[in-house]
């Protein structure tokens, strides 16, 4: 099987590397404490290493596919890595931002176009659906990483809590997005092992499973149980919830910023 693409094809886009710039800029003004709007530089480099992860995301879904047949995924230019070339860039960029900005809540949206009738086996179906949140499981594991290796030590506070509510966030959109729900990544693993007629019902809905689950985390009680779980999730990880607290409260530095954070 041929997997050959142009070389244009998958040139890594100078839009993704602009936002990695940001990224790397605003982190390293985080380490040094040299901004003098320290949340605002909080901010950037979340949002930038959120939008970095975003786009690999949808990348190892495009990438998976290539390598399963589908050879027009070069041509549409998921392997460059620009946001703008998704399928939705509302569904895949601005409204995963949105969600982080305004609840917290790391939630990605598919955006990939994959010509599945060039795909055989159900497994590389299952597969190409399933490699976007392994994505965010080994991003996640790298924010949690100088938690759990006790790697700490020198680190500047307000770059402890912009890791820590990264964390959160990647841990957040790899259990969400694993969910069976029609429009998440996780519906789409099962999908190619249900029967055609359940797929065929099931289809209408596939548009509003994002808005439904973000629905839902939005009534308390809900809420509640669900961040219950991820900050235990977190602490098991050495991640505290006062850390990652403090990040999210750093992170929206347009509001008044807790004192206790030492963070503002």
């Given at each position: 099987m041929t997997t050959a693409v142009a070389r244009s094809d998958r040139r890594i886009s100078p839009i993704f590397l602009g936002i990695a710039a940001v990224m790397a800029v605003s982190g390293w003004a985080v380490w040094t404490d040299f901004a003098e709007l320290p949340g605002l530089a909080i901010f950037l480099f979340v949002t930038a290493a959120w939008v970095v992860s975003l786009c690999l995301h949808e990348y190892a879904h495009a990438r998976t596919a290539l390598h399963s047949g589908d050879i027009s995924i070069g041509a549409k230019g998921y392997l460059t890595l620009n946001p703008l070339k998704y399928t939705h860039a509302l569904l895949s960029i601005v409204l995963p931002v949105l969600f982080v900005i305004?609840?917290?809540i790391g939630l990605p949206g598919g955006a990939v176009f994959i010509e599945r009738g060039r795909i055989s086996g159900r497994w590389k179906h299952?597969?190409?659906?399933?490699a976007g949140p392994l994505t965010n499981v080994l991003f996640a594991v790298v924010c949690t990483a100088p938690f759990w290796l006790h790697a700490l030590d020198g680190v500047p506070l307000g770059f402890r809590y912009a890791l820590a509510f990264?964390?959160?966030?990647?841990?957040?959109?790899?259990?969400?997005?694993?969910?069976?729900?029609?429009?998440l990544d996780g519906y789409g693993v099962i999908e190619p092992w249900l029967s055609y007629g359940i797929r065929r019902q099931v289809e209408p809905f596939a548009?509003?499973?994002?808005?439904?689950?973000?629905?839902?985390?939005?009534?308390?009680?809900?809420?509640?149980v669900f961040f219950d779980a991820i900050h235990g999730l977190l602490q098991s990880l050495g991640v505290s919830e006062s850390d990652t607290y403090c990040g999210f409260d750093a992170y929206q530095f347009w509001q008044q910023s807790n004192p206790s954070c030492g963070v503002g």
């Open positions: 305004l609840g917290g299952s597969l190409i659906s399933a990264l964390a959160l966030l990647q841990v957040t959109a790899s259990i969400l997005n694993l969910l069976p729900v029609p429009g548009v509003f499973g994002l808005f439904a689950v973000f629905g839902l985390l939005w009534i308390p009680e809900v809420n509640t």
